[in-house]
Nanobody, 119 residues
Framework: QVQLVESGGGLVQAGGSLRLSCAASGRSIFSANTMGWYRQGPGKQRELVATITSAGSTNYADSVKGRFTISRDVAKNMVYLQMNSLKPEDTAVYYC????????????WGQGTQVTVSS
């Protein structure tokens, strides 16, 4: 049973920083194809924030490029999102996602962590 648990959200002033963590259990992320962070703001659809592949290739939404950094620690089975220069429009629930492809797609989500950026 794979579980993803996010932590690190909270309330921060604009211009501040937060580091989100995603702890995976039940399967090693060493074999994961893609790991990522998504977010869903008030009244909005869930959107991609950043992804990282097993090869270390990263992809970011244009709105967070240069401010956010995704990383992973395979030994700790953790995925991180460092968020700097936060803006009020970054306010959202942030979700961790990990995908394994073993003959078929296995797609797992965390429960989300709230990030609120005040102006």
């Amino acid at each position: 049973q794979v579980q993803l648990v996010e932590s690190g959200g909270g309330l921060v002033q604009a211009g501040g920083s937060l580091r989100l963590s995603c702890a995976a259990s039940g399967r090693s992320i060493f074999s994961a194809n893609t790991m990522g962070w998504y977010r869903q703001g008030p009244g909005k659809q869930r959107e991609l924030v950043a992804t990282i592949t097993s090869a270390g290739s990263t992809n970011y939404a244009d709105s967070v490029k240069g401010r956010f950094t995704i990383s992973r620690d395979v030994a700790k089975n953790m995925v991180y999102l460092q968020m700097n220069s936060l803006k009020p429009e970054d306010t959202a629930v942030y979700y961790c996602n990990v995908q394994w492809v073993i003959y078929t797609l296995y797609d797992y989500w965390g429960q989300g962590t709230q990030v609120t950026v005040s102006s």
